[in-house]
């Protein structure tokens, strides 16, 4: 059972250009978490999908960014126009249900240049 | 405002020493509280925590909660160089289902 796949693990990007990350969840997983870790911080939660759904989107930046986790295929986070202050480690997460533990992926590094 | 605190934020230790990392929060409808290993790479999944006072053990890992004074530790005995890493904690409310992260203790032990 492969864990939670990342891709790419490193991406670089120029200014205003889109930056699209990818996450396949576990096997039977339907529940997906994106996380951003800025250096020196901690994982700062961005948003929570299920299969078609957004449920909660509280931590996503109102402008540029969006998710969605299609009923077929991975979860895909898109950055629109990146700027430098995108540059982080974007992680996701998956797990079989709410309210249990979380599965983390690679990451994925963003540079922006 | 939701607050998972860590303490220390890192830590130096010699192989063979016990280590004992914190995490105090302060988070309305609180379920339970996990514990990650993050090395170079993705956290790993240790402990999830959601009764006051039953030990949680792996190992030379163990981990305890307090929900009356709202912390947990992580316990590591016997420590080697390959627990070396930043240990994260996190705490998951009953309201929502994301997960609220400490900034870690960074925990290097060297021979």
């Known amino acids: 059972n492969a864990g939670v796949m990342q891709n790419p693990r490193h991406l670089v990007r120029r200014r205003g250009q889109e930056a699209r990350l990818r996450c396949s969840p576990m096997k039977g997983h339907s529940h997906v978490y994106w996380y951003r870790q800025l250096p020196e911080e901690g994982l700062k939660f961005m948003v929570y999908l299920q299969k078609e759904n957004i449920i909660d989107e509280s931590g996503m930046p109102k402008e540029r960014f969006s998710a969605e986790f299609p009923k077929e295929g991975p979860s895909i986070l898109r950055i629109q126009q990146v700027v430098r202050g995108d540059s982080a480690a974007y992680f996701c997460a998956s797990s079989p249900q709410g309210f249990t533990e979380a599965f983390f992926g690679q990451g994925t590094r963003l540079t922006v240049v | 405002e939701d607050k998972v605190v860590q303490s220390p934020l890192s830590l130096v230790v010699h192989e063979g020493d016990t280590v004992t990392l914190n995490c105090s929060y302060e988070?309305?409808?609180?379920?339970?509280l996990l514990w990650y290993k993050q090395e170079k790479k993705a956290p790993t999944f240790l402990f999830m925590l959601?009764?006051?006072?039953i030990e949680k053990k792996s190992g030379r890992l163990s981990s305890i909660l307090d929900k009356k004074e709202l912390f947990s530790i992580l316990n590591i005995t016997a420590t080697q160089t390959g627990d070396s890493a930043i240990y994260l904690c996190a705490v998951q409310k009953d309201t929502g289902n994301q997960f609220y992260f400490g900034t870690g203790t960074s925990l290097t032990v060297i021979p």
């Open positions: 988070v309305t409808n609180f379920r339970s």
């Open positions: 959601t009764s006051s006072g």
